[in-house]
C-alpha cells in the first residue's frame, strides 16, 4: 500500500541523512517507484496494489495523499542524489494542486508537514507558501471551533494519530513565523500530553474507542503509529523550543516500545527486528506488520538524531539522564 510506501521512503532518507547508510539508497528507489507507479493522471494517488501488479482502489485516502507527501517533502529537503531529487519534486509538484482540495484534517496535517519540508528548501516559492498558510489557518479555525475550557483540541474526540495535528502546525508555524499557529500547537499539544503522558509513561489512545471530555480513555489497542508521532512532534516541539520538557517527554514516548506502557510488554523484537502491532486486552498483538515495523525505525531514527545532538547541538549540551540506552533496541536495516 501507498501509506508503507511513504513511510518507508521517510524512513530510509531519515537514515541516509543521519548515517549515510548505502542500504538506504538501495532501498528509497523501491519505495519511490512504488508511489509514482501509484499516481493518478490528476495527481493525485491510488493506495492499494496486488500482487499481481492490479490496481484495487481508484484513489486512496487523504490520509495516505498526505503521508506521500510529507515523505516527498523530507526527501526534496534531504535529497541523496540528484536522480532522486528531480524524480521526487516530479511527483510534488503534479500532486500539489489536489493540496488546497483535501477536506478531512489529517489528511491536510499530514500534507502540511511535507509541504513544510519543501519550503524550507525552497523559501522564494510565495505561491505555495500562501498554500501552506490557507491550510494551517483552516486547521486552526477547526481547533477554534471545538475547543473549550478542558478541552484544547482540534475535534470533539481524541482518535487516531493525534499528534500530527500539533505537529503540523508546529512546522507551519516556524516556516510561516506565525506566533498564533504557534501559540494552537503548544496549547493543543500540552492539551494531549497531559492525557497520554499523566501516569509518567506513554498511554496512547486507543482505538478499541475514541476518547472524549465525557469518556474514559480506551487503554486497549494501542498502536505504534501513535507512539511514533509523539515522538516526532516532540522532537519538532525541542528542536523548536528549547524546552527540555519536550525532551523528556520524547524519551517517554520512545520508551513505550522498550516496555515502558500500560502492559509492560516490549513491542520492538530483538530477534527479528520487527516491531509487534499493539497493545490488546489479551496482550501484545504479535503480528508485525510494515507499519509498526516503520513506526519503531522512525522512532529509533529520531532517538539516534537527538544523542548525536544533529538536532541541538552536542549530545553534552543535552540531560543524558533523559535519554535512554536505545542502543539496547538498535536495528538493523532489513526492511
Not at 490520509?63 to 510534488?92: C, V
Request: aromatic share 12%; charged share 20%.
Amino acid at each position: 500500500c501507498l501509506d508503507d510506501n511513504a513511510r518507508a521512503l521517510l524512513m530510509v532518507v531519515m537514515a541516509y541523512r543521519q548515517q549515510k547508510h548505502l542500504h538506504a539508497v538501495e532501498l528509497l528507489p523501491v519505495y519511490l517507484s512504488y508511489i509514482h507507479y501509484m499516481q493518478n493522471d490528476d495527481g493525485t494517488f491510488r493506495n492499494f496494489l496486488s500482487f499481481s501488479r492490479n490496481y484495487l482502489d481508484e484513489v486512496g485516502s487523504e490520509d495516505s495523499f498526505g503521508r506521500t507527501i510529507w515523505a516527498l517533502g523530507y526527501l526534496l529537503r534531504h535529497p541523496t542524489n540528484e536522480m532522486h531529487y528531480q524524480s521526487a519534486k516530479e511527483i510534488f509538484l503534479y500532486a500539489a494542486p489536489n493540496f488546497d482540495k483535501l477536506r478531512y484534517i489529517r489528511g491536510i496535517a499530514n500534507t502540511m508537514i511535507g509541504l513544510s519540508h519543501y519550503l524550507d528548501s525552497n523559501p522564494a516559492e510565495t505561491g505555495m507558501k500562501e498554500l501552506l498558510r490557507g491550510m494551517a489557518y483552516r486547521l486552526a479555525d477547526h481547533y477554534k471551533e471545538h475547543s473549550k475550557p478542558g478541552w484544547k483540541w482540534f475535534e470533539p474526540v481524541l482518535t487516531y494519530d493525534n499528534a500530527v495535528l500539533p505537529l503540523s502546525l508546529l512546522q507551519a508555524a516556524e516556516i510561516l513565523a506565525d506566533e498564533n499557529l504557534m501559540m494552537i500547537a503548544k496549547e493543543s499539544m500540552d492539551f494531549l500530553s497531559g492525557i497520554c503522558l499523566r501516569n509518567g509513561y506513554l498511554s496512547v489512545i486507543g482505538n478499541e474507542k475514541w476518547f472524549s471530555l465525557d469518556s474514559r480513555q480506551s487503554v486497549f489497542a494501542q498502536q505504534p503509529i501513535d507512539a511514533m508521532m509523539m515522538t516526532l512532534m516532540f522532537q519538532k516541539a525541542f528542536s523548536l523550543t528549547g524546552d527540555k520538557k519536550y525532551l523528556g517527554n520524547l524519551n517517554t514516548s520512545f520508551m513505550w516500545f522498550l516496555g515502558e506502557n500500560d502492559l509492560q510488554i516490549h513491542l520492538y523484537d530483538r530477534d527479528t527486528k520487527g516491531c509487534f502491532d499493539g497493545l490488546e486486552s489479551y496482550g501484545v498483538n504479535r503480528n508485525q506488520g510494515a507499519e509498526s515495523t516503520l513506526a519503531y525505525l522512525v522512532s529509533h531514527l529520531v532517538m539516534s538524531e537527538m544523542v548525536a545532538g544533529k538536532e541541538t547541538g552536542s549530545a553534552e549540551e543535552n540531560d543524558e539522564d533523559n535519554i535512554p540506552n536505545y542502543q539496547e533496541a538498535k536495528p538493523g536495516m532489513a526492511v
